[in-house]
């Protein structure tokens, strides 16, 4: 922290604008030795004020570009620190000759990669849930994707988490108000002014955590796999819905033999969509690698599409038949010269949707099919949804807690439970005990940010 940082905070590569941000206690010191000429000095900009400024080299003055520059003094900086931002012409030998330039310079050093963020949260300038979104905001794909990151990095998921530990630090008192004063007279019994506390909250993490996966759905994308015999036409309509030539199509049966996926957006949420090797029994070893492969995927999306080749109906696939269940959407391929079809076709009870991957008929209802399908399954609720395992490990740890202190049979054991929910809950946010975690959370972040 002793340290002035600095880094690209944009897309490396040739770009119109460039910004490289720099942070700590010589940000102003590094600015000024950019923009003056020994022995002349220049004042540093108004505070969050874009500024043209002509940057030269400390070494020899040699101009490096012109530059609008942002000084951003302490606290009110994304760090918490003094910030400057000089925004660049975004060709290679103009970015490099600045950095070069600010490496130079006494006390300065590039900034590992989540650096400027992890500093934003050492300061006190946001928790660690709105300091997780910010990466997510970075990663994001999909206008879904996006609106859950903004609202987790507005906040919402720290301060919901910080009510939930005021009450069981109120809960706390009590129970320790119980142990230290046995024989005071307190009105209503401590005991039966704590259990309502702990019953509700645990209850209410418990509705929270019951969410199936929701938030960590959308954060990393809804899996569909596309499953069938081979043949039924499974890579044509990979590659319809994915518009593009993704996988291999050949009239010879098991032409694919690993899982092939493509990333789409539907409405605005993010799919995984997973061609997988045709069903069937084969001597061969690779292709029945490939089929095995394919049962996994079929059993680990959250939903499948089905694909039949309509021309045999109704003597259907009868591998595909089996893996039918209620996360399932049915196609009736060839629908185009599968004269036999009948309207309103259905294969063991699930509703059938007739298209034709190679005429792109019926390519359309099946996207609004799916798009519904990720809709209800990643739309966000009312209240904001925990998006990564870190969360849901600390919650259940703290649920377990919660039910430890309810079946405590002295309020010295519940207090201590009660102490250990909390803390989980300030592990989540960063209120507790997250030294070890840190380099964990922001080891995955991008330089400059």
């Known amino acids: 922290m002793d340290a002035t940082i600095f880094a690209l905070a944009t897309a490396p590569g040739r770009s119109g604008v460039a910004v490289v941000r720099v942070s700590g206690p010589g940000a102003g010191a590094a600015l000024a030795a950019l923009t003056t000429r020994p022995p002349t000095t220049r004042p540093l900009p108004a505070p969050r004020m874009a500024t043209l400024a002509r940057l030269r080299s400390p070494d020899d003055g040699a101009v490096l570009d012109d530059a609008l520059v942002l000084w951003f003094p302490a606290p009110r900086s994304f760090t918490g620190e003094d910030v400057v931002e000089l925004h660049?012409?975004?060709?290679?030998?103009?970015?490099?000759?600045?950095?070069?330039?600010?490496?130079?310079?006494?006390?300065?050093?590039?900034a590992e990669p989540g650096e400027f963020t992890r500093r934003g949260f050492e300061n006190g300038k946001f928790d660690l849930t709105a300091a997780e979104a910010v990466a997510d905001l970075i990663d994001a794909e999909t206008a879904a994707q996006r609106r859950q990151a903004l609202r987790q990095m507005e906040g919402e998921l720290g301060?919901?988490?910080?009510?939930?530990?005021?009450?069981?630090?109120?809960a706390l008192a009590h129970l320790e108000a119980d142990i230290d004063f046995p024989d005071?007279?307190?009105?209503?019994?401590?005991?039966?002014?704590?259990?309502?506390?702990?019953?509700?909250?645990?209850?209410?993490?418990?509705?929270?955590?019951?969410?199936?996966?929701?938030?960590?759905?959308?954060?990393?994308?809804?899996?569909?796999?596309?499953?069938?015999?081979?043949?039924?036409?499974?890579?044509?309509l990979l590659n319809a819905l994915a518009r593009r030539d993704a996988a291999i199509v050949s009239a010879h049966a098991g032409t694919t033999r690993d899982v092939?996926?493509?990333?789409?957006?539907?409405?605005?949420?993010?799919?995984?969509?997973?061609?997988?090797?045709?069903?069937?029994?084969?001597?061969?070893?690779?292709?029945?690698?490939?089929?095995?492969?394919a049962r996994r995927r079929a059993e680990q999306a959250d939903v499948k599409v089905a694909v039949f080749?309509?021309?045999?109906?109704?003597?259907?696939?009868?591998?595909?038949?089996?893996?039918?269940?209620?996360?399932?959407?049915?196609?009736?391929?060839?629908?185009?010269?599968?004269?036999?079809?009948?309207?309103?076709?259905?294969?063991?009870?699930?509703?059938?949707?007739?298209?034709?991957?190679?005429?792109?008929?019926?390519?359309?209802?099946?996207?609004a099919r799916l798009t519904a399908l990720s809709a209800d399954r990643l739309a966000a609720?009312?209240?904001?949804?925990?998006?990564?395992?870190?969360?849901?490990?600390?919650?259940?740890?703290?649920?377990?807690?919660?039910?430890?202190?309810?079946?405590?049979?002295?309020?010295?054991?519940?207090a201590e439970d009660v102490r250990l929910a909390s803390r989980a809950l300030g592990r989540i946010t960063g209120r507790v005990d997250v030294e070890d975690l840190l380099d964990v959370i922001f080891r995955d972040f991008c330089i400059g940010k």
């Open 309 to 367: 080749d309509g021309t045999l109906w109704p003597d259907l696939d009868a591998d595909t038949r089996a893996l039918l269940d209620a996360d399932t959407v049915v196609v009736l391929n060839k629908a185009d010269v599968a004269a036999a079809l009948p309207a309103g076709a259905a294969v063991d009870g699930h509703p059938a949707l007739p298209l034709s991957a190679r005429s792109g008929d019926g390519i359309a209802a099946l996207e």
């Open 159 to 170: 301060r919901l988490y910080d009510r939930w530990r005021e009450r069981l630090t109120r």
């Open 381 to 414: 609720g009312g209240a904001p949804a925990l998006t990564r395992a870190r969360h849901r490990g600390a919650l259940e740890e703290c649920t377990a807690a919660l039910q430890r202190a309810l079946s405590a049979p002295l309020p010295e054991l519940a």
């Open 88 to 110: 660049l012409h975004g060709g290679r030998a103009v970015v490099a000759a600045v950095t070069q330039a600010l490496g130079a310079l006494p006390g300065l050093r590039v």
């Open 260 to 293: 092939v996926e493509v990333h789409l957006d539907l409405g605005g949420y993010p799919v995984i969509l997973a061609d997988t090797a045709g069903l069937r029994d084969t001597a061969d070893e690779v292709e029945a690698e490939g089929v095995r492969r």
């Open 184 to 236: 005071e007279d307190l009105p209503g019994g401590v005991s039966d002014a704590v259990r309502p506390v702990l019953t509700a909250l645990a209850a209410e993490i418990a509705a929270h955590l019951n969410d199936g996966g929701r938030g960590e759905r959308l954060r990393e994308g809804l899996h569909i796999a596309i499953i069938g015999a081979p043949n039924a036409g499974k890579s044509s």
